[in-house]
């Protein structure tokens, strides 16, 4: 069922990463950069991300002895510096999320500016160059490719073009790609935020989390890769994180998987390749040097 499978450690059946975006009160100032300052309720809706959803994650994995993926916007580890304190602490992995939220293709063109910024902000706060990248909204761009390949980075976790992890090549070289996709996204069911353009039906949360662990089940019965994308102001509150942390429970009970930071992947692939036991398939970049369209639309 899956194209060139990855043999995971220990005869493991799946690999498995709750990963977290940690945009805590960003969204608010980049969507709303004049009045952002007099929204209270959307700030404060944001704030509990960092100051009341961490904790409790980070003690979710601290009692399952987990080591997982956090990506943070570089404002965000400027506004929290002790919150990526405690990420680190316990072990976890940073990844780049961009300065303030902002969207790489609305900024295209200047990307370089809003990339080093926050790459500045991991080398103060975190002490280092963070090996992993995903992109707000998703919406990597060649811009923000050869940026990463500039500062060797390791991968990206923002494509879609299979179900386990790949490589991407562009004429600078190799990067992997961890994908990603809505299935296993908590923003389609939670996210209710008309300020920044989203009014989602907001899902009970056994409905909405059923979904997940659907794709879990296809990825675990195929031997591939299971990666959730959460947020914790939307998935670290209450009622929606008892529901994962029960999940996990089951699952290290019941199942043959291996939790891994996306860097702790990227490892593995790399001792794979050096083994020649396996090697990635390849997705080359660009796919298009111009609009396709263009050429059919006056």
Not at 8 to 37: E, Q, T, Y
Not at 45 to 55: D, E, K, T
Not at 164 to 173: F, H, L, R
Not at 188 to 209: C, K, N, Q, S, T
Request: glycine share 6%; net charge negative; aromatic share 14%.
């Amino acid at each position: 069922m899956i194209r060139n499978p990855i043999p995971w450690p220990n005869g493991a059946k799946c690999a498995v990463a709750i990963s977290f975006d940690m945009d805590a009160d960003s969204l608010i100032h980049i969507a709303r950069p004049d009045d952002s300052h007099r929204r209270l309720y959307q700030t404060s809706m944001g704030r509990y991300g960092p100051n009341v959803a961490l904790p409790r994650i980070l003690d979710t994995y601290r009692r399952y002895d987990l080591k997982q993926s956090f990506f943070i916007p570089g404002w965000c580890l400027e506004q929290y510096p002790e919150t990526a304190e405690a990420i680190l602490n316990d072990g976890h992995e940073i990844g780049h999320h961009g300065y303030l939220h902002e969207d790489p293709i609305t900024t295209y063109g200047s990307q370089r500016e809003w990339f080093e910024r926050t790459l500045d902000a991991h080398k103060r706060i975190c002490g280092k160059v963070p090996q992993g990248y995903r992109a707000p909204v998703y919406n990597i761009t060649d811009e923000v490719i050869d940026l990463m390949q500039e500062n060797g980075m390791r991968y990206d976790s923002s494509m879609m073009a299979d179900d386990i992890p790949y490589a991407i090549e562009t004429s600078k070289g190799q990067l992997y790609e961890m994908p990603v996709h809505w299935g296993t996204d908590d923003w389609p069911p939670f996210a209710h935020y008309e300020e920044i353009g989203y009014m989602m039906p907001v899902r009970p949360p056994a409905a909405a989390l059923a979904g997940f662990w659907e794709e879990f089940e296809a990825q675990y019965e195929a031997g591939g890769f299971f990666l959730l994308i959460l947020h914790p102001f939307l998935t670290g509150r209450l009622a929606r994180w008892r529901l994962i942390e029960k999940w996990i429970e089951d699952t290290l009970k019941t199942r043959n998987v291996w939790f891994s930071t996306l860097a702790g992947i990227a490892d593995h692939m790399d001792a794979l390749r050096k083994s020649g036991t396996w090697s990635p398939s390849v997705e080359k970049l660009p796919y298009f040097n111009k609009p396709p369209a263009k050429q059919w639309i006056s």
